[in-house]
């Protein structure tokens, strides 16, 4: 999944795409171009599957943390019903809270992991949840008009989350991948029962893998349960009808059985049926089979994700993430990815990997360009701009992928960042940053198509290696394998051969913003005195130090080097085309570590290039950023859709609205979708 690379330029649109800021966070809205043209039948579908993208919020919140959906329940019942000054400061920094823990979907950053600390008391906190009505709180089926009880069951639910709102040593990061700790215990990720310690959860899965009969088709196992002691004994809790997350699954079942009435052909409805099976059973081996379906459907103009779907937020990377997202293809600039991926063979071909580790046969790789028009679970407020599915390594290897590019979060981030200073600062020269203003954009968009395209779905497992063998790198070195590709093939002249790109030396922007986004500028994501968490941090951090030291090798003008230019620091390169034989060098040493399982080398390559932060150049980064005053997180506010019914009650129109602010509508969805009880055991 590729995230966000903010360019900085894009052309004049009247769209309001940026709204509210608030800490480190800009809200964003993004345009639903196309909607309007979609058959009624089409737009059925597209309201369906997105009522279904967002009956499923409340367990990605549980999953990110045991206590969020409780606190978030205490949260908004001030937030709406504080009876106190709302001009204090400390309701002011309260509902800067409130608003940073609705976009992170939980107590803990969205990106780096560690709990947000309130800037308001504990004193104040109280005040204000007894300045509320007790009218206001509710506690189903326990006390009735007792309001003596209702106030003591409101003391007793601030005792229980005041320390983990408050305490900075209690949960103190969402996902711990330090090396040599147990990343269970040390995380506050609710994948994994409390007890379970890394040890017994690695042995619990590797007893399951050795027991399957198949051993060239494996299930993703771990994917769509928690994992918990009960008697001392280790058992999972399956995410399913009648299981854990039971009642929100319903729910999404609900609307997927509504879409299956008008899907756009008889491949799109087996597909949603073969999903709303694997829900209501939990079965792995129909999530597979779902799969396969999913990725042989490309036909239909509207398509979705609804699932469990990636491990990022497990610091074992084996339990999904839920995540729902509905759209529909742009088929004027699908042309560039459909070109892409109808010539997949060529560049797998053609990989400067070993060829033991490349495919024979290309199968079923698709891409195309989309139109995002809902996002739910794990790409909400936050958003993915490329995705590729699925991530079975055998289902890809025998079945093929999908990729897509989503282009209108894309304008929307170029539209946001148009103009904001960042290249004028952080760029060496002025022909560096002509040459972005000139290319960048096209050659973001490039990247992504060939990571996602092609990168994701290049390359193959050695026969009899575990997928999950490089554990918690698993996802860094997988990120830096599908980005090393897209370096590698955004120079190579077959991309004017097949007319994608204007000119020979186009690559240079990307080559260019992405060392400078590696080796600098991302830093303005971490807090000071930190170290590199996120797995896409992890790996452009890799690329791009391994690229900077092997660079210095090469002799009195390296290929790229860090200079000094008027006390601040600069990327300088060099020699673009040197880089691009180093970028091939890193790509076949990654591909060949997840080719073969290593772990040593994966740990290895991630603790010494992705990890570590380099003080000095921190402070300097974050000085030169803050003075540009811009926030180094976006995220989006969904359209809200409109339907229009006849006396009958049949839809007759659907229509899209984007003015809902912000705190409506976090407090809608915690109203309309509210799917889960704040306990989850």
């Not at 058959?39 to 919020?57: D, F, I, P, W």
């Not at 003596?148 to 711990?176: G, M, Q, Y």
């Not at 269970?184 to 890394?198: E, F, I, K, R």
């Not at 790198?473 to 093939?489: H, P």
């Amino acid at each position: 999944m590729m995230s966000p690379v903010v360019s900085s330029q894009a052309g004049l649109d009247s769209f309001p795409y940026m709204d509210e800021r608030f800490a480190d966070l800009q809200m964003l809205r993004y345009r639903v171009d196309g909607f309007e043209q979609l058959s009624l039948r089409q737009k059925k579908l597209v309201y369906y599957l997105s009522e279904a993208a967002l009956c499923g919020r409340d367990i990605l919140w549980d999953q990110n943390g045991r206590y969020n959906l409780r606190i978030r329940r205490l949260l908004e019942t001030v937030y709406t019903d504080y009876c106190g000054d709302r001009n204090s400061a400390d309701f002011k920094a309260f509902v800067v809270y409130m608003k940073r823990i609705w976009f992170s979907n939980g107590i803990h950053h969205h990106y780096g992991g560690e709990k947000f600390q309130p800037a308001f008391s504990e004193d104040f906190l109280r005040e204000a949840v007894h300045s509320v009505p007790l009218s206001k709180w509710s506690f189903p089926g326990k006390h009735g008009r007792d309001g003596n009880a209702l106030r003591a069951s409101v003391d007793a639910l601030c005792d229980e989350l005041f320390p983990i709102i408050f305490d900075p040593s209690v949960l103190p990061k969402r996902i711990n991948l330090a090396d040599g700790e147990d990343l269970l215990q040390t995380s506050a990720a609710n994948y994994y029962g409390p007890d379970v310690t890394q040890r017994e959860a690695e042995g619990f899965y590797l007893r399951m893998k050795e027991a399957w009969p198949d051993s060239a088709h494996p299930l993703m196992f771990g994917l769509n349960s928690r994992l918990v002691k009960e008697n001392g004994l280790l058992k999972e809790k399956v995410w399913r009808s009648g299981g854990l997350y039971g009642s929100a699954i319903d729910r999404i079942v609900f609307w997927l059985e509504k879409a299956v009435t008008v899907a756009e052909n008889k491949k799109q409805a087996a597909v949603m049926e073969q999903l709303i099976e694997y829900y209501r059973t939990g079965d792995l081996r129909i999530f597979d089979a779902y799969c396969i379906s999913w990725v042989g459907e490309t036909e239909a103009l509207v398509d979705f994700t609804n699932g469990f779907t990636e491990t990022y937020g497990d610091p074992l990377g084996m339990k999904a993430s839920w995540e729902g997202f509905a759209n529909f293809k742009d088929l004027d600039a699908t042309a560039r990815t459909e070109t892409l991926s109808a010539h997949a063979q060529w560049f797998e071909d053609h990989s400067p990997v070993d060829a033991r580790f490349k495919k024979e046969r290309c199968k079923g790789i698709s891409a195309k360009v989309i139109v995002a028009a809902i996002l739910g679970g794990d790409l909400y407020p936050s958003s993915a701009i490329g995705i590729n599915l699925p991530n079975s390594d055998w289902v890809r290897a025998e079945y093929g992928s999908k990729s897509v590019t989503i282009g209108n979060l894309t304008n929307a981030y170029n539209q946001a960042s148009r103009g904001n200073g960042f290249l004028e600062e952080f760029v060496i020269d002025d022909a560096t940053r002509e040459m972005i203003h000139l290319y960048g954009n096209l050659c973001d968009q490039l990247h992504t198509d060939l990571h996602e395209c092609l990168g994701h779905g290049s390359g193959k497992l050695l026969a009899g290696v575990d997928s999950d063998s490089l554990k918690a790198y698993g996802s860094t070195i997988e990120e830096a394998r599908a980005d090393l590709f897209g370096l590698y093939y955004i120079a190579d002249p077959k991309l004017m051969e097949l007319g994608l790109i204007p000119h020979s030396q186009a690559f240079h922007a990307q080559y260019y913003s992405y060392l400078m986004n590696g080796l600098m500028t991302q830093l303005v994501r971490i807090e000071p005195h930190r170290q590199i968490e996120e797995a896409h941090m992890r790996n452009r951090a890799l690329v791009s130090r391994w690229v900077l030291e092997h660079a210095q090798r090469q002799g009195s003008l390296p290929a790229v080097e860090m200079v000094r230019r008027c006390g601040k620091s600069y990327v300088q390169v060099n020699d673009y085309a040197a880089l691009r034989t180093l970028f091939g060098k890193l790509l076949s040493e990654i591909q060949r570590v997840k080719s073969e399982g290593d772990f040593a080398t994966a740990r290895r390559l991630v603790e010494t290039y992705g990890v570590k932060v380099e003080n000095r150049l921190h402070e300097e980064v974050l000085e030169r950023y803050h003075a540009l005053d811009l926030a180094p997180y976006k995220g989006f506010i969904n359209p809200v859709y409109l339907v229009t019914h006849d006396d009958k009650g049949e839809i007759t129109d659907i229509s899209l609205r984007y003015d809902e602010p912000y705190d409506r509508q976090m407090l809608r969805y915690s109203r309309d979708y509210c799917t889960l009880p704040c306990v989850n055991d």
